[in-house]
């Protein structure tokens, strides 16, 4: 069975840069499409990024694009979520999520995904 856990949070100025990682066991990464959610106390949890299997294709929030870079590294297992320019509005807690299959219009669906990482905290403030 599929295991996903993050690291790589914690806290940072505002403009500054922190990279997350998600690392998978059980199964290879190359079968799952990964998204990257993030919760904010009081709000519903949201689609940050997503990248298909193999990682041909890749999507972004519009609130992180141009700040956000998303990658997969299958020799490791791994898919990194790059967080430059950071700013306040961009804290909360951070989870991988995997789903089955190659690509998926609608990565935004959390429901849609099976495999859940426990999360990782990210706080931008100065």
């Known amino acids: 069975q599929l295991q996903l856990v993050e690291s790589g949070g914690g806290l940072v100025q505002p403009g500054g840069s922190l990279r997350l990682s998600c690392a998978a066991s059980?199964?290879?990464?190359?079968?799952?499409?990964i998204g990257w959610f993030r919760q904010a106390p009081g709000k519903e949890r949201e689609g940050v990024s997503c990248i298909s299997s193999r990682g041909y294709s890749t999507d972004y929030a519009s609130s992180v694009k141009g700040r956000f870079t998303i990658s997969s590294d299958s020799a490791k297992n791994t898919v990194t979520l790059q967080m430059n320019s950071l700013k306040p509005e961009d804290t909360a807690v951070y989870y991988c999520a995997a789903k089955f299959g190659t690509w998926a219009s609608n990565w935004r669906r959390a429901h849609e995904y099976d495999y859940w990482g426990q999360g990782t905290q990210v706080t931008v403030s100065s």
């Open positions: 059980g199964v290879t990464l190359d079968l799952y499409i």
